[in-house]
């Protein structure tokens, strides 16, 4: 055979490829998806350890930890309010261990300064002001809720004493409401009351949250048709992506040239006004203007040839992604229920994120209780292995996070692997459940290894980040526009990886590797394919945010019609201030469902992009050697003629044995039953 490769692409051709994946010997009897033996085992050793970790962690702050005291509050004796309390044989002061079960509510002493005031549990929070000793004792008369330390008696307030401190708090006492069990005032200079109080007086807040409300079934049935409608954009996306592509390079040619030719005639047009005035009379500035139009006009023309040169290189690798598009198209027609596989990421996710809120809010509550000399109040205050425990589950949320979404990954890698190394389609059985057959048995270890080194990258992000609030007031704009810069590289860096990862997912997916092998090879294999990367990566990305799009200007185009208002005087539906509000809501439910389908979508253009450069880097379409690739990809193919002809009588040899072995047992069947009717 002579060399072959890839027509018009970056894929390197047998004899002369830089990049060899394997040996010569191994090309030889390479079977994909098959000789499969777990991968990275160490790692996921090491992330069964980490989890191990985890649960310690919750077991940990369920048995030292007291939710309720987060949510409900706890007065300066170390009471729950609103619960029965028991005595801690560490605190030995006498209003503790009380029984708070008809007192919800923490009080402040001063609710201007609540961090230095005494804090006790009440009955009612005040809803008026309380001006002097003598109505805080009328108060406690008519609400049953005394403000005053538990051992104050009603007849006692006006001589127990007036202080931050108690026993009694200092007046006037303002006017107060229930935020979360703590008694707020009404007029307090916090961020939260004041937002609260600018919501209630212009009563946008909660007109909004009223419409939406009111909105709750069509928004819901939005939402169920958002879903249809990205599933259809998903069947239909391959039809139109070619008109799309060649219509948005067509259009961006255009707009270069003419661009460029607009820069020119104002160049001329300029120059013309410039020189036809007389030398005495000119202006710098207007001679300053010619010049720049003529540097802007030299740059435009060699931006635009660069452009169109890229585009002519680029038009047979945008035929590759366009016939890409098309097998997609067909992948999902093998595994329709490719789409559904961010609905068991989604549930996954949402699950470990309770059970980590929930551990989260334990280790909040999972302080020792102290007395504080000072104050004789009760403290908590966090164990030197707290601390530690902090970080250790910040880190827990980020890798499982990753985790799961390295799995869904890995299962459509995988079934897209099994469809498209499945030489006879109508073979193709269960490709999902087999693909998280071998994620389960083989391969949990290699991504967990993946999913870890995002987590790298994502916590000095997040570090920096969180130094860069702090910093916020700061005045230091050099630190600022590091710590920036910093963010920025890591951004990229976070998202680059991803996408690597992916990419190795495919190939572990395909040959049964562990990660660090698979993420070299599939670096050797972007890079020698760069061209058709940049190809789906622009055109291809460009093509599936206008399916978004479309998903959005339908779902948002059939709900304006449900919530349209014909004039100003009447609207079609009463119930709502403003119609738009639920209108923009399904839009923004409706982007993010096509996100989620399209987003598949786009992974399996990019695991049909690897495992078309594998196929084609690895066959060459002679006989034992036949590519596995569909017969709408052989033409960028060197050989196609010649793979098509092989692969023609491979299956003309394949069909002449199967009609061989079917008379064969029909004869033999024949033969049993001549020998049946003879006995």
């Known amino acids: 055979m002579g060399k072959t490769g890839c027509l018009s692409c970056d894929c390197p051709t047998r004899e002369i490829s830089p990049i060899s994946l394997r040996d010569e010997e191994e090309d030889e009897r390479w079977q994909p998806l098959m000789d499969r033996s777990c991968t990275d085992v160490i790692a996921l050793v ?23 005291r987060l949510a409900y509050g706890t007065d300066s004796y170390g009471n ?37 005031a005494l804090e006790i549990c009440v009955s009612k929070c005040p809803d008026q002001d309380l001006n002097s000793i003598q109505e805080v004792q009328d108060f406690a008369k008519n609400s049953s809720s005394s403000l005053c330390e538990y051992d104050v008696k009603q007849e006692n307030i006006l001589t127990a004493g007036q202080s931050h401190l108690g026993p009694c708090p200092s007046t006037p006492v303002k006017a107060s409401t229930s935020f979360l069990n703590r008694c707020v005032p009404k007029d307090a200079p916090d961020f939260l009351v004041k937002f609260m109080a600018i919501l209630n007086s212009y009563d946008i807040f909660y007109k909004v949250l009223s419409d939406v409300f009111q909105a709750r079934a069509e928004i819901a049935g939005m939402c169920v048709l958002a879903v249809v409608v990205a599933l259809l954009m998903v069947a239909l996306i391959r039809f139109v992506a070619g008109f799309v592509m060649w219509i948005f390079m067509g259009i961006v040619a255009v707009a270069s040239i003419v661009g460029t030719a607009l820069l020119w005639w104002t160049y001329a047009t300029k120059n013309q006004e410039y020189y036809a005035v007389p030398e005495n009379e000119r202006l710098d500035e207007n001679g300053k203007d010619v010049t720049a139009f003529l540097v802007y006009s030299i740059i435009a023309t060699i931006a635009t040839v660069v452009l169109l040169i890229v585009l002519f290189v680029m038009r047979k ?21 490719l789409v559904l596989q961010p609905l068991w990421t989604f549930i996954a996710l949402a699950l470990f994120f309770i059970y980590w809120t929930a551990v989260l809010v334990f280790l909040a509550t999972a302080g020792e209780p102290t007395v504080d000399t000072s104050t004789g109040w009760v403290t908590y205050r966090d164990p030197e292995p707290v601390r530690y425990m902090w970080w250790y589950h910040v880190v827990g949320l980020i890798w499982t996070s990753e985790f799961f979404l390295a799995c869904q990954q ?12 499945t030489r006879d389609k109508k073979q193709v059985s ?17 991504v967990a290894v993946g999913s870890f080194i995002i987590v790298l990258v994502k916590i000095p992000r997040l570090i920096l980040t969180y130094i860069q609030a702090k910093l916020k007031d700061k005045e230091n704009s050099c630190v600022q526009f590091t710590l920036k810069c910093c963010m920025c590289c890591l951004w990229c860096l976070e998202n680059c990886l991803k996408y690597l990862n992916y990419n190795a997912y495919t190939v572990i997916a395909i040959e049964g590797t562990s990660f660090c092998t698979a993420a070299r090879r599939a670096f050797l294999a972007l890079v020698s394919n760069a061209l058709r990367v940049v190809a789906i990566n622009s055109v291809g990305d460009f093509v599936l945010f206008l399916g978004k799009l479309g998903v959005v200007a339908i779902v948002g185009a059939i709900s304006l019609i449900i919530f349209r208002a014909p004039s100003e005087v009447e609207r079609t539906d009463a119930r709502l201030h403003y119609y738009a509000v639920p209108i923009l809501v399904i839009c923004v439910f409706a982007f993010f469902i096509a996100h989620c389908f399209l987003s598949v979508y786009e992974m399996v253009v990019d695991t049909l992009l690897l495992c078309f450069c594998e196929d084609c880097r690895i066959n060459d379409g002679s006989p034992g050697r036949e590519y596995y690739m569909d017969k709408s990809l052989l033409e960028f193919v060197e050989n196609s003629s010649e793979a098509l002809k092989n692969l023609d009588k491979k299956k003309k040899k394949e069909t002449a044995n199967a009609n061989a072995n079917e008379h064969v047992e029909l004869k033999e069947t024949m033969n049993s039953s001549s020998k049946a009717d003879y006995v």
């Open 430 to 446: 269960s490709p999902i459940l087999k693909a998280t057959g071998r994620l389960i048995s083989y391969h949990l270890g290699s």
């Open 410 to 421: 890995m299962v459509i890698a995988g079934a897209v692997t099994q469809v498209y190394f």
């Open 317 to 337: 690798r945008v035929k590759l992604v366009v016939a890409l598009f098309h097998e997609a198209g067909k992948v999902f027609m093998h595994t329709p229920l």
């Open 80 to 116: 729950v309010c609103g619960m029965k309390n028991e005595k801690n044989a560490n605190i030995n002061l006498k209003s503790a261990g009380l029984d708070m079960t008809g007192r919800p509510y923490v009080f402040f002493m001063d609710l201007f300064n609540p961090a230095d």
């Open 46 to 68: 090491i992330f069964i350890l980490f989890w191990v970790g985890m649960f310690f962690i919750a077991a940990y702050s369920i048995a030292g930890g007291n939710a309720y």
